[in-house]
């Protein structure tokens, strides 16, 4: 089989860390990702606290999670870039974990929903995103606090025009507010993720899984592709100018980056009924098969 690059595009600094944080702290790891505000320490990636500080074990159980978990990555990427694919790795003790990822305007959210009808457990990563800087939630406390309570509007909720005009161009303003928002957002993620049952699928939904190096965390990442003119035609159906929509698939990794790392392309040029179609030939003959 052809040789497949590692990875297609460079990763958001932090972002795998931050993903890796997340799922450890779901099954209970006390991780963290290192303070941006602090002295940087040379290869530092993530934090744990001092053994001291920890119930007696829990330090090196938490070490040997996150030994499991870059085995598996390291196992996942080798298998990729040999061409082979991620479904080989065991799962009978947990669902199986599928990325599922497009461009804007790709028919991604239709693609989660006919897999949700055929009893797929879907997590939605833009949905927990806003909700880990929800009104009233300790993300949104953290972020006024280290950018002012000028990102917040009248009412108390975050002000997500001035956030981004305040991080904007900004890269110290960013890694702090990556270091608030990603590992909430990955161990919301990973709670729902792992809550699916084993034996069943869990997809996380994720519009920018390629761009945010994550790929490998999953058994299986699943790319939905159109046309550019497919897409352009669904974004103005929704209101969206053609100079901004040009603009938003500019921003996002092309067809090819994403292609590279996918062990599955889903083409939906057509109608839904073609495309419930296809996802019911995916579900039949790869998904199901890759259940224990």
């Not at 990702?33 to 001092?50: M, R």
């Not at 479904?87 to 239709?110: H, M, Q």
């Not at 209101?239 to 392309?265: F, K, N, T």
Request: proline share 7%; aromatic share 2%; charged share 25%.
């Amino acid at each position: 089989m052809a040789h497949r690059p590692d990875t297609a595009v460079r990763p958001w600094e932090g972002q795998i860390a931050a993903s890796l944080v997340g799922r450890l702290r779901a099954h209970g790891h006390p991780f963290s990702l290192p303070d941006p505000a602090a002295p940087p320490e040379p290869g530092t990636i993530l934090g744990l606290p001092a053994p001291a500080a920890l119930p007696p074990g829990t330090g090196e159980r938490a070490l040997l999670a996150l030994i499991g978990e870059l085995t598996e990555i390291l196992a996942r990427r080798r298998a990729l870039a040999a061409g082979v694919g991620r479904l080989a790795a065991p799962r009978g003790e947990r669902a199986l974990r599928v990325g599922l990822t497009g461009g804007i305007g790709t028919g991604k959210s239709t693609v989660a929903r006919l897999l949700i009808e055929h009893g797929a457990g879907v997590v939605d990563a833009d949905a927990i995103a806003r909700e880990v800087l929800a009104p009233g939630s300790k993300g949104l406390a953290e972020a006024a606090a280290a950018f002012g309570d000028g990102i917040l509007a009248a009412d108390g909720s975050l002000d997500r025009a001035a956030l981004a005009s305040r991080v904007f161009g900004d890269a110290a303003a960013r890694a702090r507010l990556d270091a608030i928002t990603l590992p909430r957002i990955a161990e919301l993620a990973a709670y729902r993720l792992e809550a699916v049952s084993p034996g069943g699928v869990a997809v996380y939904d994720v519009p920018l899984l390629v761009e945010s190096g994550i790929a490998d965390l999953f058994d299986c990442v699943i790319v939905v592709e159109a046309s550019r003119e497919t897409r352009l035609a669904r974004l103005a159906r929704r209101g969206m100018d053609e100079a901004d929509s040009l603009r938003r698939i500019a921003a996002q990794a092309s067809d090819a980056q994403r292609r590279c790392l996918a062990d599955i392309v889903l083409p939906n040029d057509r109608d839904e009924r073609e495309l419930a179609d296809a996802v019911a030939r995916l579900w039949e003959d790869r998904l199901e098969p890759a259940l224990p």
